[in-house]
């Protein structure tokens, strides 16, 4: 089992449809244990919230998996979720199958430098098509069940994730700025290569949105402008598309030369009707 998952981890992921509404929140504690069997996860979940997801997501049960683990690959053998998992340093990305869900999952989480937060997002599939999507922030412990100050931090982060969790992701669209960090980059065999440096700015135009149109304004190119620059030597940007489209130009027909308004087609039973 890999050490960055030891302990039981707690959090509270959004639950948001196919459009990104959000739509409600799956409560989780989630634990792995090495048995004689090998090693297993159970995930306690209940979900939160209204509406068709939570009808087919709720499962009434506690998950329950095996798990072949190494630093390699991760391989889960069932009941609950059958696939396999690629760690990539402390990011694991995962594609499986859940039989109580019905859904194929496609699942990044990594665990961060301090060891004890673990970032996730799940995106479920019907074939396809995405049906439904959950992301979140988990906290480590390893002894809730005895110490009181370590169950008030669990409660307070979880109140914590119920504010931030519905929050839409929005670019600032009256000030610029940059997010900037360091990046761990691994091969596609999943060694180590180093790390990156990179930084992603923005820089605001207008208050306008993407395919909207304001008095006086021809066209709109959305509020902000990013790019993205990395110590790497590829370098990447994103065009801004235009939302006006031009039109068809139509050439008139030499039947219609003489007159603007098109001719209105007679239908089969129009012509038998004055025969």
């Not at 999952?105 to 479920?124: C, I, K, M």
């Amino acid at each position: 089992m890999a050490e960055a998952d030891r302990g039981e981890w707690h959090g509270i992921p959004g639950l948001f449809d196919a459009q990104g509404n959000h739509v409600g929140f799956e409560h989780i504690a989630r634990a792995s244990e090495v048995t004689a069997e090998g090693a297993r996860y159970w995930m306690d979940s209940k979900l939160s919230g209204a509406g068709p997801l939570r009808n087919r997501f709720e499962l009434g049960a506690q998950f329950d998996f095996g798990v072949v683990d190494s630093d390699e690959n991760r391989v889960y053998t069932g009941p609950d979720f059958y696939g396999t998992g690629q760690p990539y340093g402390l990011f694991v990305e995962a594609n499986y199958y859940s039989p109580g869900w019905q859904a194929d999952l496609r699942t990044w989480n990594q665990v961060l430098a301090d060891g004890e937060t673990q970032v996730y997002s799940s995106v479920l599939h019907d074939g396809w098509a995405v049906c439904a999507v959950f992301n979140g922030v988990y906290k480590r412990t390893t002894d809730r069940e005895t110490n009181p100050a370590t169950q008030q931090l669990v409660d307070d982060w979880r109140e914590l994730e119920v504010e931030r969790g519905p929050r839409p992701q929005v670019l600032p669209t009256k000030q610029a700025g940059a997010w900037t960090g360091t990046l761990f980059l691994n091969g596609a065999d999943q060694t180590t290569e180093g790390r990156c440096g990179c930084a992603s700015s923005t820089s605001p135009r207008r208050c306008v949105r993407p395919g909207t149109r304001s008095p006086g304004v021809a066209t709109s190119s959305g509020p902000t402008r990013s790019t993205a620059t990395a110590t790497a030597p590829a370098r990447c940007s994103r065009a801004l598309r235009s939302s006006a489209t031009p039109r068809p130009t139509v050439e008139p027909s030499s039947r219609s030369s003489t007159s603007s308004a098109p001719t209105r087609p007679v239908s089969r039973r129009s012509a038998v009707a004055s025969s």
